[in-house]
């Protein structure tokens, strides 16, 4: 079962991309948000600013709260090397549905790991289920109101050491963390929107890990 406007977005990637080719994947998804369905992807704008932050980063080890329809994971994840360890969260099953017929049809599928549920109850969880320690990128794009005790849950969790990098979207006051703001537009629209980044400049704490 896909959500109407959703399984839409999905049948236009299958009919206008070309499968294994992801950058045609990110232009269908766009044509179709730009002509026929508005959707919450990232977006050709900001996404243009978020593949900046993300080569200027290089990261090894990448965390996306809030997958959608794996616009961004595709996005994202087809400029770093396959060793890159990529984990997505999605609460969403019916979203996640989609991306991960989404993220097939890019070939992305070895590429990225898409977890389902609540960030809430699996950043904790990161060094347990995937043995991840540290996150040198990390992409906020899920509801707003999870942004400030998501930030401090990863800080908690010692999941940001030196040199992490966080970008957020749809961000037009800072939310106290940050370093650099990049004034945008929201996606598919003229409507003024931004993201916000912050490096980290100091050790994480380990929780004793
Ligand atoms: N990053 C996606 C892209 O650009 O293609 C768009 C993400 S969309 C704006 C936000 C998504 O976050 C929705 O699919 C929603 O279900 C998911 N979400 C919201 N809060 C969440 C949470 N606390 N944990 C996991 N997923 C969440
Ligand atoms: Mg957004």
């Not at 990637?13 to 990232?42: K, L, T, Y």
């Not at 992305?108 to 904790?124: F, H, M, T």
């Not at 849950?153 to 800072?174: F, I, T």
Request: aromatic share 8%; hydrophobic share 40%.
């Amino acid at each position: 079962r896909l959500p109407a406007g959703d399984g839409r977005l999905l049948q236009a990637v299958c009919i206008n991309a070309v499968r294994g080719n992801p950058d045609s994947v990110i232009a269908a998804i766009d044509h179709f948000c730009q002509n026929q369905e508005w959707a919450m992807n990232v977006g050709d704008e900001k996404g243009a600013i978020l593949d900046s932050v993300v080569m200027e980063t290089s990261p090894s080890t990448v965390l996306e709260l809030g997958t959608y329809c794996g616009y961004s994971a595709v996005r994202i994840m087809r400029l770093l090397p396959p060793a890159t360890r990529f984990i997505t969260l999605e609460m969403n099953p019916d979203y996640a549905a989609v991306a991960r017929q989404v993220i097939q049809h890019a070939g992305l599928q070895d590429k990225v790991c898409l977890v389902e549920g609540k960030s809430a109850d699996l950043i904790p969880k990161m060094a347990d289920m995937f043995g991840i320690r540290t996150f040198d990128f990390v992409f906020f794009d899920h509801w707003k109101d999870c942004y400030l005790p998501d930030i401090r849950l990863l800080e908690d969790c010692g999941l940001l050491d030196q040199g992490s990098v966080v970008l957020a979207d749809n961000v037009l006051s800072s939310l106290r963390f940050s370093s650099r703001f990049y004034r945008s537009h929201l996606e598919y629209t003229r409507v003024l929107d931004g993201l916000e980044s912050r490096t980290q400049t100091g050790p994480g704490s380990h929780c004793g890990r």
